[in-house]
């Protein structure tokens, strides 16, 4: 970054109105502090970091390749799970798999259900909401985590229709 643009970003953040802009980068450090001491005008600090501190900031790097493996494989397991039916959350609230501490879950993962069982127990504003299913099948998956709040619409459970 050259002097033109440190200067041409100082103006931009002195008419952005914002009180202060801190920028990073591999070699170079600047803050932006503008109009918080009362007076007309800003302040800079520019720091050029040496090339050693530079370095474990670039040690990370090998990781951010590794991300996005992950997300190539992702598609392949949306594939797999395409085939299945997903049953949402129809409302907000807490997901219980059981319907009490001292009972056994309705649904375990290899259960074979009709379409109108009772898969889990949403609980919304002190009300405890009966989720049945909409489809007969074979659960394959369950999604949410025991006695953990969900979204409207958040996946619940994965049905193999076959």
Do not use: W
């Amino acid at each position: 970054m050259d002097i033109k643009e440190i200067q041409s970003l100082i103006k931009f953040v002195a008419k952005s109105g914002a009180s202060e802009v801190k920028l990073e980068t591999e070699d170079l450090k600047i803050t932006i502090r503008t109009g918080g001491t009362g007076r007309e005008g800003e302040t800079t600090i520019v720091q050029h970091v040496p090339v050693a501190q530079g370095m474990p900031a670039a040690a990370p790097m090998p990781q951010a390749p590794a991300a996005p493996a992950p997300e190539a494989a992702a598609p392949k397991k949306e594939e797999e799970d395409s085939k299945y039916i997903t049953i949402k959350s129809p409302i907000i609230g807490t997901f219980y798999r059981k319907p009490a501490p001292d009972k056994p879950s309705f649904v375990e993962v290899g259960d074979t259900i009709a379409k109108g069982d009772v898969l889990c127990v949403i609980e919304a504003m002190k009300l405890f909401n009966d989720i049945e299913s909409e489809v007969s099948g074979k659960v394959v998956k369950v999604l949410v985590e025991d006695s953990s709040p969900v979204e409207f619409d958040q996946p619940l459970f994965l049905i193999d229709p076959s």
